[in-house]
C-alpha cells in the first residue's frame, strides 16, 4: 500500500504561483511513475502532468504546457508541481497518483495510488 498526501493549494489570483506536493509513503519504490490530475467541478478527472520513474520523460497537458513544471525528489520520495501564470480555469482539486510501473501514462485508470487531492482556487 501507498499513502500518498498531497499539500500547498489555496486561494490565489490569477498570474499568481503555487507549488504543490505530494509526500509519498508505505510500500513506495523509486521506480514508479507519478503524476498530477485535476477535477474541476462538474468536470471529469483531468492529466495535468505526468513523469516516469527516472525524471527523464515528462510529459504535460496542452492546456498548463509552459506554465507547470513537474518535478520528483527520489531521495524524500516527494512529487512536485509548480504552477506559474495561474488562471481562473485552473481551479480544481489537483490529485497525486502513482503507478505500479515505470513508465509515464497519460490516463488516470492507468494509476493504482490516489491521494485525496489539494484545493487551488484562481480568482479573476
Known amino acids: 500500500q501507498v499513502v500518498l498526501v498531497e499539500s500547498g493549494g489555496g486561494l490565489v489570483q490569477a498570474g499568481d504561483s503555487l507549488r504543490l506536493s505530494c509526500a509519498a509513503s508505505?510500500?513506495?519504490?523509486?521506480?514508479?511513475?507519478m503524476g498530477w490530475f485535476r477535477q474541476g467541478p462538474g468536470k471529469e478527472r483531468e492529466f495535468v502532468a505526468v513523469?516516469?520513474?527516472?525524471?527523464?520523460?515528462?510529459y504535460y497537458a496542452d492546456s498548463v504546457k509552459g506554465r507547470f513544471t513537474i518535478f520528483r525528489n527520489s531521495a524524500n520520495n516527494t512529487l512536485y508541481l509548480q504552477m506559474n501564470s495561474l488562471k481562473p480555469e485552473d481551479t480544481a482539486v489537483y490529485l497525486c497518483a502513482t503507478r505500479r510501473g515505470g513508465i509515464a501514462q497519460l490516463r488516470a485508470d492507468e494509476y493504482d495510488y490516489w491521494g485525496q487531492g489539494t484545493q487551488v482556487t484562481v480568482s479573476s
Open positions: 513523469i516516469d520513474w527516472s525524471g527523464s520523460r515528462i
Open positions: 508505505g510500500r513506495t519504490s523509486g521506480t514508479s511513475a
